[in-house]
């Protein structure tokens, strides 16, 4: 079992940053994909970005360009840099991980956290 816990969120000006933390507890994270998810008011929870346990990165293209998925398996925590953010990209984040060879998908990851909101204001 793997436990997530995000932090990091809260409320931002339009063209500013954040910084969100995924720290994982009950098993070494470095053995599993990380990934980050968004679901905004009223709409579905959608893919964000992921990093593979081997380091290799993918990103939805509303996102590329503006952030940055990375993991630091000596603390086991995967981080989601966040930067130029937009009023649509106010949502709650949230963490997951898995093994799965499938990417973007919400079934490809078995643990998830609790979430994080993120307010970006115009």
């Known amino acids: 079992q793997v436990q997530l816990v995000e932090s990091g969120g809260g409320l931002v000006q339009a063209g500013g940053s954040l910084r969100l933390s995924c720290a994982a507890s009950g098993r070494a994270l470095k053995d599993y994909n990380g990934a980050w998810f968004r679901q905004a008011p009223g709409k579905e929870r959608e893919f964000v970005a992921d990093i593979r346990w081997s380091g290799l990165t993918y990103y939805a293209d509303f996102v590329k360009g503006r952030f940055t998925i990375s993991r630091d398996n000596g603390k086991n925590t995967v981080y989601l840099q966040m930067n130029s953010l937009k009023p649509e990209d106010t949502a709650v984040y949230y963490c997951?991980?898995?093994?799965?060879?499938?990417?973007?998908?919400?079934?490809?990851?078995?643990?998830w956290g609790q979430g994080t909101p993120v307010t970006v204001s115009s």
């Open positions: 997951a991980a898995g093994t799965s060879p499938r990417i973007t998908t919400m079934a490809a990851y078995d643990y």
